[in-house]
């Protein structure tokens, strides 16, 4: 939904999604106990692979779980975000990183993912990674969804969502799931994804502008642009076209304007355990960042932490032959 609504003029939209998958490098699935380690997944280096310009990830509800959220998680957390964030900003493509803050986790427990670390501990932690890499803000689906489905409103007991699915065939508790969006929920995602976009295309605008009125200063477009996954984490890419400037998701340095912009959206796809519950609702993949190249625009999404969620459009994802960010 994300490719949909940007358009396919400008973007070029990659999903590198893993089912399960978690920015702990200590992380385990839900279901078969091996490791859940995003990097050490296939959807990693294709992410890589894709060049991106800009990349969006999501990781939150799968780390969540009692297997993976002990110890000092809430430092380990950080530490292995921002080493993932670290890997993209050095790329050669210099793609603009983007974290999502997923929409909430309405339901308790739901495939063993902890309410209160996904909703109150987790945002800010992310924060503590967007400030430490001196990225773009936070996209804050959360905000959207609980807006429109506020949490204290809608339980498993009692609830009135359009965005967030039904199961009523779940062994355990079954009727409001409680994590995955419905394709309602998936394309709000992609509209405050893309708003984020946006806004980064905008200020890689104004920069350029303001360059242009000082020729004196050498300082490359890339270097300007760098101040900067029940949602599943994944990457997607996107590839914007562009006959001047490259997108502001995607820092470029070249003496000619990229053509395209491409987004990688990385998240984690959820898969909810079988011994816990049976759910046959798949993830979506989180919604695409993008990496520039002579074609469009990659948006590379990057599936950010949600085991049993869509991290996908409806939530709304490193690195730089320099220094990283700040």
Same mark, same amino acid.
């Given at each position: 939904q994300l490719q949909a609504i940007l358009g396919t003029e400008e973007f070029y939209v990659?999903?590198?999604?893993?089912?399960?998958?978690?920015?702990?490098?200590?992380?385990?699935?839900? =279901?078969?106990?091996?490791?859940?380690?995003?990097? /050490?997944?296939?959807?990693?280096?294709?992410?890589?692979?894709?060049?991106?310009?800009?990349?969006?990830?999501?990781?939150?509800?799968?780390?969540?779980?009692?297997?993976?959220?002990?110890?000092?998680?809430? =430092?380990?957390?950080?530490?292995?975000?921002?080493?993932?964030?670290?890997?993209?900003?050095?790329?050669?493509? /210099?793609?603009?990183?983007?974290?999502m803050r997923p929409p909430p986790l309405y339901v308790d427990r739901r495939y063993g993912m902890n309410q209160r670390v996904c909703n109150t501990i987790m945002p800010g932690l992310l924060e503590q990674v967007q400030q430490r890499r001196n990225l773009p803000p936070v996209v804050d689906v959360y905000s959207a969804f609980d807006e429109h489905c506020p949490v204290a409103r809608n339980t498993r007991e009692k609830h009135n969502c359009s965005w967030i699915a039904t199961d009523n065939g779940l062994q355990l508790r079954p009727g409001f799931e409680g994590v995955h969006p419905t394709d309602a929920g998936n394309n709000a995602i992609g509209k405050v994804v893309a708003d984020a976009i946006r806004q980064l295309q905008a200020s890689k605008t104004t920069a350029s502008a303001d360059a242009a009125m000082h020729p004196s200063q050498t300082t490359s477009l890339a270097d300007v642009a760098i101040d900067t996954s029940t949602t599943t984490p994944a990457i997607d890419a996107v590839t914007q076209t562009s006959t001047t400037t490259p997108p502001a998701d995607a820092a470029i340095e070249t003496s000619m304007p990229s053509p395209f912009a491409d987004v990688a959206v990385a998240t984690s796809t959820t898969t909810p355990a079988l011994d816990a519950e049976t759910q046959t609702s798949t993830t979506t993949p989180p919604a695409e960042a993008a990496t520039e190249t002579s074609t469009p625009t990659l948006l590379a999404e990057v599936a950010i932490d949600t085991s049993t969620t869509t991290p996908a459009i409806d939530a709304a994802t490193q690195t730089s032959t320099t220094t990283p960010p700040a």
């Open positions: 990659g999903n590198f999604g893993s089912d399960g998958a978690t920015v702990m490098q200590a992380g385990v699935h839900h =279901r078969n106990k091996v490791s859940s380690w995003y990097r /050490k997944k296939p959807a990693f280096k294709r992410a890589i692979a894709f060049k991106p310009d800009i990349v969006i990830t999501q990781f939150v509800d799968n780390d969540s779980r009692d297997d993976n959220w002990k110890d000092d998680a809430n =430092r380990t957390f950080v530490k292995d975000y921002i080493e993932l964030v670290d890997i993209f900003l050095k790329l050669p493509s /210099k793609p603009k990183v983007l974290i």
